[in-house]
Protein backbone atom coordinates (compact mmCIF):
# COMPACT_ATOMS: atom_id res chain seq x y z
CA UNK A 1 0.00 0.00 0.00
CA UNK A 2 1.08 3.62 -0.38
CA UNK A 3 2.96 5.23 2.53
CA UNK A 4 0.85 8.18 2.66
CA UNK A 5 -2.74 5.91 2.36
CA UNK A 6 -1.24 3.96 5.81
CA UNK A 7 -0.14 6.85 7.46
CA UNK A 8 -3.08 9.12 6.78
CA UNK A 9 -5.52 6.26 7.23
CA UNK A 10 -3.83 5.65 10.62
CA UNK A 11 -4.05 8.86 11.89
CA UNK A 12 -7.79 8.87 11.22
CA UNK A 13 -8.05 6.16 12.90
CA UNK A 14 -6.98 7.56 15.85
CA UNK A 15 -8.38 10.93 15.31
CA UNK A 16 -5.04 12.51 15.23
CA UNK A 17 -5.85 15.77 13.08
CA UNK A 18 -2.48 16.85 11.36
CA UNK A 19 0.44 14.99 9.73
CA UNK A 20 3.17 14.72 13.25
CA UNK A 21 6.39 15.55 13.82
CA UNK A 22 9.01 12.96 15.07
CA UNK A 23 9.48 14.88 18.06
CA UNK A 24 8.33 14.64 21.97
CA UNK A 25 5.15 16.55 21.65
CA UNK A 26 3.58 14.50 18.72
CA UNK A 27 4.90 11.10 20.39
CA UNK A 28 2.97 12.25 23.72
CA UNK A 29 0.17 13.43 21.67
CA UNK A 30 0.26 9.79 19.41
CA UNK A 31 0.13 7.52 22.29
CA UNK A 32 -2.57 9.36 24.19
CA UNK A 33 -5.02 9.22 20.99
CA UNK A 34 -3.96 5.76 20.31
CA UNK A 35 -4.91 4.69 23.86
CA UNK A 36 -8.10 6.73 23.58
CA UNK A 37 -9.27 5.36 20.30
CA UNK A 38 -8.03 1.77 20.06
CA UNK A 39 -9.41 -1.04 22.58
CA UNK A 40 -7.34 -3.48 24.18
CA UNK A 41 -9.21 -6.72 23.24
CA UNK A 42 -8.65 -10.92 22.52
CA UNK A 43 -11.91 -11.14 20.80
CA UNK A 44 -9.96 -12.94 17.81
CA UNK A 45 -8.86 -15.61 20.17
CA UNK A 46 -12.33 -16.52 21.51
CA UNK A 47 -13.39 -16.67 17.75
CA UNK A 48 -10.91 -19.51 17.25
CA UNK A 49 -9.35 -16.92 14.62
CA UNK A 50 -5.45 -17.02 14.61
CA UNK A 51 -4.08 -13.95 15.52
CA UNK A 52 -0.65 -13.48 13.05
CA UNK A 53 2.77 -11.43 13.32
CA UNK A 54 1.42 -9.77 10.19
CA UNK A 55 2.06 -6.23 9.72
CA UNK A 56 -0.83 -5.79 6.73
CA UNK A 57 -3.08 -8.23 8.65
CA UNK A 58 -2.45 -5.67 12.09
CA UNK A 59 -3.71 -2.70 9.90
CA UNK A 60 -6.45 -4.65 7.98
CA UNK A 61 -7.70 -5.36 11.85
CA UNK A 62 -7.04 -2.24 13.66
CA UNK A 63 -7.07 0.49 11.35
CA UNK A 64 -9.80 -0.59 8.19
CA UNK A 65 -11.99 -2.34 10.65
CA UNK A 66 -11.87 -0.72 13.53
CA UNK A 67 -10.63 -3.67 15.65
CA UNK A 68 -8.41 -3.40 18.50
CA UNK A 69 -6.02 -6.31 19.68
CA UNK A 70 -3.69 -7.29 22.17
CA UNK A 71 -0.04 -6.01 22.44
CA UNK A 72 1.68 -8.23 19.69
CA UNK A 73 -1.07 -6.04 17.31
CA UNK A 74 -1.04 -2.68 19.05
CA UNK A 75 2.50 -2.31 19.70
CA UNK A 76 4.19 -3.97 16.52
CA UNK A 77 1.39 -1.56 14.12
CA UNK A 78 2.34 1.59 16.41
CA UNK A 79 5.97 1.04 15.63
CA UNK A 80 5.22 0.61 11.82
CA UNK A 81 3.19 4.46 12.24
CA UNK A 82 6.07 5.96 14.34
CA UNK A 83 8.95 4.59 11.65
CA UNK A 84 6.58 6.26 9.15
CA UNK A 85 6.49 9.28 10.66
CA UNK A 86 10.43 9.43 10.97
CA UNK A 87 11.06 8.15 14.72
CA UNK A 88 14.17 5.85 15.24
CA UNK A 89 12.16 2.86 17.17
CA UNK A 90 12.94 -0.42 18.44
CA UNK A 91 10.77 -3.02 19.23
CA UNK A 92 11.62 -5.25 22.47
CA UNK A 93 10.64 -7.61 25.20
CA UNK A 94 9.25 -7.24 28.46
CA UNK A 95 8.38 -10.29 31.10
CA UNK A 96 4.67 -9.43 33.15
CA UNK A 97 4.84 -10.18 36.43
CA UNK A 98 1.66 -12.04 37.74
CA UNK A 99 -0.12 -10.66 40.93
CA UNK A 100 1.65 -13.51 42.83
CA UNK A 101 4.89 -11.70 42.18
CA UNK A 102 5.92 -14.28 40.04
CA UNK A 103 7.18 -12.73 36.36
CA UNK A 104 6.12 -13.95 32.77
CA UNK A 105 8.70 -15.78 29.95
CA UNK A 106 10.48 -13.60 27.63
CA UNK A 107 8.35 -12.15 24.52
CA UNK A 108 5.72 -12.23 26.97
CA UNK A 109 4.87 -8.81 25.97
CA UNK A 110 5.60 -6.48 22.81
CA UNK A 111 6.71 -2.71 23.87
CA UNK A 112 8.89 -0.28 22.17
CA UNK A 113 11.53 2.13 22.69
CA UNK A 114 12.13 5.85 20.79
CA UNK A 115 14.95 7.16 20.51
CA UNK A 116 15.29 11.43 20.74
CA UNK A 117 17.69 13.71 21.11
CA UNK A 118 16.70 14.58 24.88
CA UNK A 119 16.96 10.31 25.68
CA UNK A 120 15.16 7.02 25.22
CA UNK A 121 11.36 6.59 25.89
CA UNK A 122 9.61 3.30 26.35
CA UNK A 123 6.16 4.07 24.48
CA UNK A 124 2.90 0.81 24.97
CA UNK A 125 -0.21 1.06 23.49
CA UNK A 126 -0.43 -2.58 24.54
CA UNK A 127 -0.66 -3.11 27.98
CA UNK A 128 -4.26 -2.31 29.39
CA UNK A 129 -4.33 0.22 32.12
CA UNK A 130 -1.31 2.18 31.84
CA UNK A 131 0.26 5.52 31.36
CA UNK A 132 -1.24 7.69 28.55
CA UNK A 133 2.22 9.12 28.16
CA UNK A 134 5.76 7.61 26.86
CA UNK A 135 8.44 6.91 29.61
CA UNK A 136 11.53 8.47 30.03
CA UNK A 137 14.04 5.63 30.42
CA UNK A 138 15.76 7.09 33.38
CA UNK A 139 16.05 5.28 36.52
CA UNK A 140 14.34 6.35 39.49
CA UNK A 141 12.49 9.30 38.33
CA UNK A 142 9.15 9.78 38.98
CA UNK A 143 7.35 10.38 36.18
CA UNK A 144 3.57 12.22 36.84
CA UNK A 145 0.36 11.33 34.25
CA UNK A 146 -3.00 11.22 34.35
CA UNK A 147 -3.07 7.52 35.01
CA UNK A 148 -0.59 7.24 38.01
CA UNK A 149 2.83 7.87 38.91
CA UNK A 150 5.45 6.05 37.26
CA UNK A 151 9.17 4.94 37.54
CA UNK A 152 11.57 3.01 36.06
CA UNK A 153 14.25 0.99 38.15
CA UNK A 154 17.28 -0.06 36.21
CA UNK A 155 18.48 -3.85 36.65
CA UNK A 156 21.65 -4.09 35.07
CA UNK A 157 23.18 -2.34 31.38
CA UNK A 158 20.29 -3.89 29.80
CA UNK A 159 17.62 -4.84 31.86
CA UNK A 160 14.82 -2.39 33.84
CA UNK A 161 11.64 -3.04 35.43
CA UNK A 162 8.77 -0.26 34.76
CA UNK A 163 6.30 0.19 38.41
CA UNK A 164 3.26 2.52 39.00
CA UNK A 165 2.50 4.05 42.84
CA UNK A 166 -0.08 2.28 44.44
CA UNK A 167 0.16 3.79 47.56
CA UNK A 168 2.76 6.44 49.35
CA UNK A 169 5.27 4.20 50.05
CA UNK A 170 4.39 1.07 47.85
CA UNK A 171 5.23 0.64 44.02
CA UNK A 172 3.82 -2.23 42.08
CA UNK A 173 6.32 -3.88 38.96
CA UNK A 174 4.31 -4.08 35.99
CA UNK A 175 6.77 -5.53 33.66
CA UNK A 176 10.41 -5.95 33.36
CA UNK A 177 12.07 -4.77 29.80
CA UNK A 178 14.93 -5.51 27.84
CA UNK A 179 16.56 -2.51 25.78
CA UNK A 180 17.59 -5.50 23.74
CA UNK A 181 16.04 -4.85 19.81
CA UNK A 182 13.88 -7.58 18.71
CA UNK A 183 12.23 -9.04 15.30
CA UNK A 184 8.87 -8.96 15.38
CA UNK A 185 8.79 -13.08 14.18
CA UNK A 186 10.52 -13.51 17.82
CA UNK A 187 7.22 -13.35 19.41
CA UNK A 188 5.80 -15.32 17.34
CA UNK A 189 6.05 -19.00 19.76
CA UNK A 190 4.98 -16.86 23.22
CA UNK A 191 1.99 -15.16 20.49
CA UNK A 192 0.41 -19.04 20.19
CA UNK A 193 0.76 -19.56 23.34
CA UNK A 194 -1.25 -16.69 24.27
CA UNK A 195 -3.86 -18.06 22.05
CA UNK A 196 -4.07 -21.45 22.99
CA UNK A 197 -2.66 -22.50 25.89
CA UNK A 198 -5.61 -22.91 28.52
CA UNK A 199 -3.14 -21.39 31.30
CA UNK A 200 -2.93 -17.92 29.35
CA UNK A 201 -5.39 -15.46 30.82
CA UNK A 202 -5.96 -14.30 27.00
CA UNK A 203 -7.98 -17.78 26.58
CA UNK A 204 -10.02 -17.37 29.90
CA UNK A 205 -12.19 -15.08 29.17
CA UNK A 206 -13.39 -12.68 26.19
CA UNK A 207 -12.19 -9.03 27.10
CA UNK A 208 -12.89 -5.71 25.28
CA UNK A 209 -11.13 -2.51 27.36
CA UNK A 210 -10.55 1.00 26.66
CA UNK A 211 -9.52 4.26 28.23
CA UNK A 212 -11.43 7.78 28.58
CA UNK A 213 -10.39 11.27 29.67
CA UNK A 214 -11.82 10.24 33.04
CA UNK A 215 -12.00 6.44 33.46
CA UNK A 216 -12.05 3.22 31.64
CA UNK A 217 -14.48 0.62 30.31
CA UNK A 218 -14.25 -2.58 30.35
CA UNK A 219 -16.13 -5.69 29.10
CA UNK A 220 -15.57 -9.23 29.85
CA UNK A 221 -17.95 -12.13 29.50
CA UNK A 222 -19.85 -11.97 33.01
CA UNK A 223 -18.86 -7.82 33.77
CA UNK A 224 -19.53 -4.61 31.91
CA UNK A 225 -17.52 -2.15 34.23
CA UNK A 226 -17.83 2.18 33.55
CA UNK A 227 -15.40 3.72 35.79
CA UNK A 228 -15.98 7.87 35.72
CA UNK A 229 -13.69 9.61 38.12
CA UNK A 230 -14.78 8.07 41.49
CA UNK A 231 -17.51 6.61 40.21
CA UNK A 232 -18.19 2.53 39.09
CA UNK A 233 -20.99 0.92 37.53
CA UNK A 234 -20.78 -2.64 37.44
CA UNK A 235 -23.56 -4.24 35.18
CA UNK A 236 -23.56 -7.96 35.13
CA UNK A 237 -23.76 -9.79 31.89
CA UNK A 238 -26.05 -12.46 31.96
CA UNK A 239 -26.32 -14.06 28.06
CA UNK A 240 -24.24 -13.45 25.12
CA UNK A 241 -26.55 -11.38 23.71
CA UNK A 242 -26.16 -8.80 26.15
CA UNK A 243 -22.73 -9.13 25.37
CA UNK A 244 -22.92 -8.59 21.67
CA UNK A 245 -24.89 -5.91 22.75
CA UNK A 246 -22.59 -3.90 24.67
CA UNK A 247 -19.64 -4.60 22.67
CA UNK A 248 -21.75 -2.93 19.54
CA UNK A 249 -22.42 0.34 22.22
CA UNK A 250 -19.12 1.11 23.84
CA UNK A 251 -17.32 -0.32 21.00
CA UNK A 252 -18.46 -0.11 17.62
CA UNK A 253 -17.55 -3.92 17.27
CA UNK A 254 -20.16 -6.25 15.50
CA UNK A 255 -18.90 -9.89 15.55
CA UNK A 256 -20.62 -13.55 14.92
CA UNK A 257 -20.33 -14.55 19.03
CA UNK A 258 -23.16 -16.72 18.86
CA UNK A 259 -24.44 -19.45 21.25
Known amino acids: MPDDVFLNKYLGRIQYPVIPKNDLVSLFRLQRQHLLSVPFENLDIHLHKPIHLNLDDFYDKIVLRKRGGFCYELNGLFNALL ?6 TNIISARVFQNNGEIGDEFDHLCIIVFLDNGKWLV ?3 FGEFSFSPLRIEAGT ?3 DSRGVFRIVTQDETNAVVQK ?4 SEWKSEYRFSIFPRHLSAFSARCVYQQTSPESHFTQNKLCSLPTET ?3 TLTDTVLKIVNGDAVV ?3 ISDLNQ ?3 NLKKYF ?3 LPFST
Open 83 to 88: EEIGFK
Open 124 to 126: DVG
Open 142 to 144: HQH
Open 165 to 168: QISA
Open 215 to 217: GRI
Open 234 to 236: ETE
Open 243 to 245: FNN
Open 252 to 254: AIE
